[in-house]
């Protein structure tokens, strides 16, 4: 019998919507690589992200976790804003 691991899935990605209150909408970006031509591509998927304190922003770096669900269309939760999005 197996011993069972505690693996999360993380995802790190940019937040591009923070109009929600406690969620976000964080864009993640994947490259997978072709399984006939091998060509590298560029796969984007949204995930709505729950935000307990409201402190991440739109264009914010975070990295988020795989968690039970929250409501109908989150489970994902935030677990660090990485990187600020820079003001101009």
């Known amino acids: ?3 069972v691991t505690n693996k999360r899935e993380y995802y790190e990605g940019v937040v591009a919507s923070d109009k929600g209150d406690k969620t976000i909408a964080v864009r993640v970006v994947v490259v ?3 399984p006939k031509y091998g060509k590298y591509l560029r796969r984007d998927q949204t995930y709505h992200v729950h935000d307990e304190n409201n402190e991440a922003k739109t264009g914010d770096r975070v990295k988020i976790v795989h968690v039970a669900p929250i ?3 989150k489970n994902w939760r935030l677990v660090e804003v990485l990187e600020r999005a820079k003001v101009i």
């Open 1 to 3: 019998m197996n011993a």
């Open 32 to 34: 997978v690589k072709h």
């Open 71 to 73: 409501s109908k269309t």
